[in-house]
T-cell receptor
Framework: NAGVTQTPKFRVLKTGQSMTLLCAQDMNHEYMYWYRQDPGMGLRLIHYSVGEGTTAKGEVPDGYNVSRLKKQNFLLGLESAAPSQTSVYFC????????????FGPGTRLTVL | GDSVTQMEGPVTLSEEAFLTINCTYTATGYPSLFWYVQYPGEGLQLLLKATKADDKGSNKGFEATYRKETTSFHLEKGSVQVSDSAVYFCALIQTGANNLFFGTGTRLTVIP
C-alpha cells in the first residue's frame, strides 16, 4: 500500500517549457488535490477533483491544467512554465471531501529558470 | 476572507520540554480546524482535528482545543521528543467549502 505517490521528485525547466506532474493513489479515494507550497506561505490549492472525469479550480489555478481520466491518477500540467511557478507541489487525496483527512504525497520540487 | 495565522518559527526546544504553537483564525461561522505535520522529506499528514467549539483534538501526545471565544486552536505537547522535529501547519475549512486554508507553518527542532 503505497498511499499517494508523485512523479518526478525534482525537475528543472526553462521558461516556456511544458511538463506534467503525475499523482497516483491506491486508496480508492474519490477526491484528489494539487497544492503548491512557497516559502513563507501556507499550502495553496491549485485544482481539485471530486471524482473520475471531474476537475475544478482552486485558489491559484492560473497557468495550470489538470486531468483525472482514471480514478487513481491526477495529472497537473504546466503548458508554458514561468519562474513564478517555481515551487514545491503536493498532491493529496481524501475519501469524503476536503474536510476529510487528506493524505499527501512526498512532493515535487520544481525550479523554472 | 478566511485565514489562519501561526506563530513564526523556528522553534527550538530541548527534549522533554513543553511545546505550544499558537494558531489563530479568521472565519465566519464554525469552521473545522486541523493540525497537519510534515516530517523531513515527507508529505503532510493529519495530526489532529476539531469540528466544533470546545472540541479537543488529540493524537500522539499532542492536543489542541477549539476556542471560539478567542478564535484559537493552539497546539500543545507536554514533553517533546527528538522525533517530533517537523513543520506544523494549522488549517481551517468552512462547512461545505472547497478550500482548506493553511497557515505558513512552524518549524520545530527538538535537541537531545
Amino acid at each position: 500500500n503505497a498511499g499517494v505517490t508523485q512523479t518526478p521528485k525534482f525537475r528543472v525547466l526553462k521558461t516556456g517549457q511544458s511538463m506534467t506532474l503525475l499523482c497516483a493513489q491506491d486508496m480508492n479515494h474519490e477526491y484528489m488535490y494539487w497544492y503548491r507550497q512557497d516559502p513563507g506561505m501556507g499550502l495553496r490549492l491549485i485544482h481539485y477533483s471530486v471524482g473520475e472525469g471531474t476537475t475544478a479550480k482552486g485558489e491559484v489555478p492560473d497557468g495550470y491544467n489538470v486531468s483525472r481520466l482514471k480514478k487513481q491518477n491526477f495529472l497537473l500540467g504546466l503548458e508554458s512554465a514561468a519562474p513564478s511557478q517555481t515551487s514545491v507541489y503536493f498532491c493529496a487525496s481524501s475519501w469524503n471531501g476536503m474536510a476529510d483527512t487528506q493524505y499527501f504525497g512526498p512532493g515535487t520540487r520544481l525550479t523554472v529558470l | 476572507g478566511d485565514s489562519v495565522t501561526q506563530m513564526e518559527g523556528p522553534v527550538t526546544l530541548s527534549e522533554e520540554a513543553f511545546l505550544t504553537i499558537n494558531c489563530t483564525y479568521t472565519a465566519t461561522g464554525y469552521p473545522s480546524l486541523f493540525w497537519y505535520v510534515q516530517y523531513p522529506g515527507e508529505g503532510l499528514q493529519l495530526l489532529l482535528k476539531a469540528t466544533k467549539a470546545d472540541d479537543k483534538g488529540s493524537n500522539k501526545g499532542f492536543e489542541a482545543t477549539y476556542r471560539k471565544e478567542t478564535t484559537s486552536f493552539h497546539l500543545e505537547k507536554g514533553s517533546v521528543q527528538v522525533s517530533d522535529s517537523a513543520v506544523y501547519f494549522c488549517a481551517l475549512i468552512q462547512t461545505g467549502a472547497n478550500n482548506l486554508f493553511f497557515g505558513t507553518g512552524t518549524r520545530l527542532t527538538v535537541i537531545p
